[in-house]
């Protein structure tokens, strides 16, 4: 039995293993956007949300922002020729964002909030060569 457990343990964290190394990866391109930012004073937060996602369908996270603060949230995806996006929408669903931007491995979004309040944060993977395409948003303030 314990011979068993310990195949069973170990093929389960070779297949666990792969999935988040991936996720790392897509999380160092969304740093990698920032470092720019960084440089300019903005603060980059050690919460980020990542997975994966099949190409034309968005995720929506939803994210407290305040007036005052100004936020750049900046996504990555390891994932070659793949195109990603993320975009900001206020509480009424209206496109809150003043600018943002797409490259290859990495998207970004940046808002200056008219009003504290929760926003939507729309993720999404609009071409790829893979069937799920891993991803990762971190974000900063300042």
């Known amino acids: 039995m314990k011979y068993f457990l310990s195949i069973f343990l170990t093929l389960a ?3 666990v293993a792969p999935a ?7 999380l160092s391109f ?11 004073g ?13 190409v034309k369908q968005a995720k929506a ?5 305040f007036k005052g603060n100004e936020y750049w949230f900046w996504m990555g995806t390891d994932t070659a020729n793949a195109k990603i996006s993320v975009h900001i929408y206020d ?23 008219k009003k504290t309040g929760t926003y ?17 948003l971190a974000y900063g303030f300042r």
């Open 30 to 40: 969304a740093l990698e956007a920032a470092d720019p930012y960084v440089k300019e």
């Open 61 to 65: 996270i939803v994210h407290q922002l």
């Open 120 to 136: 939507y944060l729309i993720v999404e993977i609009e071409k790829s060569p893979e069937e799920r395409t891993y991803w990762s």
């Open 13 to 15: 964290m070779a297949l």
């Open 20 to 26: 988040r190394a991936t996720i790392d990866d897509a």
């Open 91 to 113: 509480a009424d669903g209206n496109l809150a964002e003043d600018e943002s931007f797409q490259k290859p491995h990495k998207a970004a979004a940046h808002i200056r909030p």
């Open 42 to 54: 903005f603060t980059v937060r050690e919460d980020y949300w990542g997975g994966d996602l099949p």
